[in-house]
């Protein structure tokens, strides 16, 4: 089997996603006999291409042309659709990242396949590569399987695999092979501006050893200062999942997930958050996890190391009076 | 300007969900409007009522999904098409999208959009797949549209933090992310309204589309845990005291 693993970058920086797919490709082509090539798309990317020659790759594929400079859709279809068409991998994989799920399944329609996207890990049975990808918000799992020939297109999420796991180049550097790719700038499009971040956010919640973080199960915003209670009789920052900021009730720099904070504290306290795999990225690095929550078929207590079914409203005020005695 | 908004209906949040193959039981559960649409959807009468136009709710489904096709009436829409399929769940995102664009290409829209992901299978390809289809431009994932002649400058969420402004022009298809606005609730006037309001009905057989899928789910069950999880049980003050227990004195994190 013939893997191709398409990494990420932006602003002078790996997305290091990117590396864990490298990883993950590396575990499915060691058990069917295959190979894995990395392609990396830009301009003046020949560091990033070194880079993954460092690896136990086959080749790396440096795709440069003046129109990839900036990310586009486009573009990237376009170039990418040559790159698969000349080194015709069997399977093409992607770090499921935002990047990617604006192009790379209207890449694998103009081959005229499909794309698995936002799988958590892999199976092989009897030959037959099977993904394992969420549904229903994570209360439960589907495998799923491509139908037809290659070349097959999958995307794994992130934290799905160890970055720290890719092994190294055996003899020190893989071949850097330079692909050039027809593209014109009638082809392309969309134009990309700037690149921004809103106001600077005031709270650092990366440097935060304590998390106190609410979700839906608040209900209101006037119960979130019984969230706060326990937060500060614990010393903690207050932090929330995507839905509390969307509805403007914690301002969108508390937010943790995907589309806000990714944080690492020694404790996570998640009030009423049920564990949609968006909110999950962005904390399960975390060393303790105490989930509370009503349904105790939330997903969320897949990870947490200490569990409490209950309703958050009784047990907030109990636990913010048991925290101030403990001090 | 001519919006059409894709909706899907799913299973209602707190629906108990009973596992059947590759699908769910759905004879005792509610089914609700797909939140990631709704923000598309509220999005789409925002633009109508800045630019003037038409809002044409799209779904595809069973014939439940009329229902969530008269809630985007009632909210303002001004008619609707059903693509009528029992099986669509079956269906995988290129097959999906292949249908929706087959029922949006004769509409000639100036702007198709989609939520981020559904709620329930979450493929999140929706969008694209129809841009693809339909050979139009497109983006994802976007937060703020403004309307300049016959271009988009558009706001596009990047990962942890970060936006890019990018410019798209008609016609578009975008992928709107929740909580790009605060979505508005149907009035009883609204209701009454959509009671009126057309709903057309199309299928594969109209339609005259086709696809064969490249992607099978073989099964869906819920996921074996990973991590033990010591549960404490008692009163809310037990179940308080010992957790405060646990954090000091086992886990050292407090």
Known sequence: MKILVVTEHRQGKWNNASFETLAAAQQIAGA??????AAV????????????????VAEVLSVEHDLLADYTPDGYCIALKQVIESARPDLVLFPHTYQVRDFAPKLAASLGKGMIGDCVGYRSEGGKLVFVRQMFQGKTVADVSFLGSGPWF????????????????????????????????????????????????????????????????????ENI???????????????????????????????????GQTVAPKLYLALGISGAI?????????????????????????????????????????LAEELQKAK | MKIIVCIKQVPSKDAPLAISGSWIKESDIGFEMNEPDS?????????????????????????????????????????????????????????????????????????????LQSDDQGFGQTGVLMAAELDRPH?????????????????????????????????????????????????LKGIMAAKKKEIATVSRESLG??????????????????????????????????????????????
Not at chain 1, 178 to 192: D, E, F, M, S, Y
Not at chain 2, 230 to 245: C, D, N, R, S, Y
């Open chain 1, 32 to 37: 069917a006999n295959g190979s894995v090539s």
């Open chain 1, 41 to 56: 798309l830009g301009k003046g990317i020949s560091a990033f291409a070194d880079g993954l020659g460092t690896k136990a």
């Open chain 1, 154 to 221: 999958a995307s794994f999420q992130a934290g799905a695999f160890r970055a720290d796991l890719v092994q190294a180049h055996a003899s020190g550097k893989a071949p850097v092979n330079g692909v050039n790719v027809q593209l014109n700038a009638a082809q392309i499009r969309t134009k990309p501006l700037e690149l921004f971040k809103e106001a600077k956010s005031a709270v650092d919640l990366t440097q935060a050893p304590l998390i106190v973080a609410i979700g839906r199960g608040i209900k209101a915003p």
């Open chain 1, 225 to 259: 200062p019984q969230a706060e209670a326990v937060a500060r009789a614990m010393g903690a920052e207050i932090a929330a999942s995507r839905p509390i900021c969307d509805e403007g009730w914690l301002p969108m720099e508390r937010q943790i997930g995907s589309s």
């Open chain 1, 278 to 318: 968006q909110h999950v990225v962005g904390m399960k690095g975390a060393r303790t996890i105490v989930a509370i929550n009503k349904d105790q078929n939330a997903p969320i207590f897949e990870i947490a190391d200490y569990g409490v079914v209950g309703d958050i409203f009784e047990i907030m005020p109990a």
């Open chain 2, 39 to 115: 923000f598309a959807l509220e999005e789409a009468l925002r633009l109508k009522e800045k630019h003037g136009g038409e809002v044409i709710a799209l779904s595809m489904g069973p014939e439940r999904v009329k229902q969530t096709i008269k809630e985007a009436l009632a909210k303002g829409a001004d008619r609707g098409i059903h693509f009528a399929d029992d099986k669509f769940f079956e269906l995988d995102p290129l097959g999906a999208s292949k249908a929706l664009s087959a029922a949006a290409k004769n509409e000639n829209a100036d702007l198709i959009l989609t939520g």
């Open chain 2, 139 to 187: 983006a994802t994932i976007i937060m703020a549209i403004e309307v300049n002649g016959a271009n988009l400058k558009l706001k596009r969420e990047l990962e942890a933090g970060w936006f890019q402004h990018i410019e798209c022009p008609l016609p578009a298809v975008l992928s709107i992310q929740s909580g790009i606005n605060k979505v508005r609730y149907a009035t």
């Open chain 2, 209 to 254: 589309v086709s696809s064969e899928s490249t992607q099978r789910v073989e099964k869906i069950y819920v996921p074996t845990k990973t991590k033990k999880t010591e549960f404490l049980t008692g009163t809310p003050k037990e179940m308080a005291a010992k957790l405060v227990e646990k954090l000091k004195f086992e886990a050292r994190v407090i």
